[in-house]
C-alpha cells in the first residue's frame, strides 16, 4: 500500500467534514481542541496567537498527579466525567499523529491540556532527560522525532508515539552522567495495556500491534551484522506478523545527531531485513525429491534400510530427472534406468596392516555395518542418524560408510 492510501485509511472526524477557516475564538471544550489537532498535524498551521492564548486559558484543568511522578493516572482520576468519547478519542488522535506534521500536532495537544488528559503516560516524558545534564535527550523532544520519522501507518505511528513511555518509571541513576532504563519496553508495553489500550478505543488488531511493537522496538537495533543464519531466522519468527512494522519503527528510532552514526546504524536494519528476506527465501525452496521416497524404494525394490538407499537418492537428485515427482515416479527410473547396477557397496579397506588378511578385515567391517544399519530408520545414515545422501555428499569416509574396493560408492564399480 503507497503511503497515499495509507494515509486515506486513517479514520478522522474532522477529516471527513468540511474543513472550517479558523474561527477567531478559541475552542470551547475538549472537543474542539482536538479537532484542531488534526488540522495542524495535517496542515501544520498552527491557529493564531490570540486564538492559543484563550485555548491555554481555557484548557481542562489537570490535577497534579499528571505528572512525571506518576505516570500512570488513570482518566477516571484526571477527570470523572471526561468529554471525549474514546471512539472519537481514537479517530482524531490516530488522524492527528498520521498527519505530516504529527509532532506540531503533539506539541499542540500538550500545551492546551490534552495530552496529559488523554495520555498522562506520555505527557510525563516532557523535560524528562535519558542523560544526566542533557537537554537535547530529552525524551519528549526524542518521542517527537521519532514519531516525524515514523511511516504513517496507524500502528507504527501510535507505537513511536508511546514506545518510550516505560522510561519513566525505570529510569536509574547509575553513575556520574549515567543513567539505565532496563526493561522500559518491557514496562511501557504493560502500561499500554493498563492506560492507553483503556482509555482510547483501539480496535482490538491494532492494539495488540501497538502493543509488540512498544515491547520489541529495541530488538532491530541489536544486530550488529555477527548473528548467524539461525539467529536471522529466530529474529523473523519470534516478530511473527509484526516483522515489517518493528523494522519501521526501529528505523525510526535512531534519531542521533553524530556524524555517520544514523546512516550506520539505518544500514545495519536494512542488512538486516536483506538477510531476512534471503533466509526465507532459502528456507522456501522445495527439496527437489519428494517426502516417503526412501520408504518407496525399499518397499518397490525390496531394498533393507541403509547407506544403499541414501545412494540412490543422491543419483536421484543429482541427475537430470525432473524434479518434485510422485515418489513412484522416481521408483520407476531407478528400475528404468539400472541405477541400482551402477551402485557398487564394499566394505571399507583393512587399516590395521598386519593385523590379520583382508577377507577378515572386511568380515569384521561387514558386521560393524549391519550393527549400524540394523538400528537406522528409513533412509538415515546410521552414524548420528544423519540422512543418509547427506553422508553421501559429504563424502564420508570411515568404517561402516559407503565405498568401493579402493575408495567411497562408485557408479559402475570404478572408483
Known sequence: MSEASERAAIPSAAANAAPAEPAAAAPDDPVDLLAWAVRIGHDGVSPAAEAIASALRRRPSVPPGVSAQNARTPLEEVDPTPTIPPELAYAELTAAFCGRHPDLAMQWLLDVGLMARLL?????????????????????????????????????RWAAVLHDIGKVPTRRFVGPGKVTFHGHAEEGARMFRRGPARRVAFPPAIAAEIEALILHHLRPGHYDGSWTDSAVRRFAVDMGPHLRDVLDLGRADITSKRPGKRQRCLERISELARRIREVQEADARVPPLPPGLGDALMSALGLPP???????????????????????????????????????????????????????????????????????????????GRPADEAVHRGLEGEGRLRGAEGPLTAGGEA
Open 306 to 384: 541403509g547407506r544403499l538407499i541414501g545412494a540412490l537418492r543422491a543419483l536421484l537428485a543429482e541427475g537430470s530427472l525432473p524434479p518434485r515427482q510422485e515418489p513412484a515416479f522416481y521408483v520407476d527410473a531407478v528400475t528404468r534406468l539400472g541405477l541400482l547396477a551402477e551402485l557398487t557397496l564394499a566394505p571399507p579397506t583393512d587399516r590395521r596392516a598386519g593385523r590379520g588378511s583382508a577377507a577378515a578385515a572386511h568380515q569384521e567391517a561387514g558386521e560393524v555395518g549391519q550393527e549400524l544399519v540394523a538400528g537406522a530408520g528409513p533412509g538415515e545414515d546410521p552414524i548420528g
Open 120 to 156: 498522562p503516560e506520555l505527557a510525563a516524558t516532557v523535560a524528562f532527560s535519558q542523560e544526566a545534564g542533557r537537554r537535547h535527550k530529552d525524551v519528549w523532544e526524542h518521542t517527537k522525532a521519532v514519531v516525524r520519522q515514523s511511516v504513517p501507518r496507524p500502528q507504527v
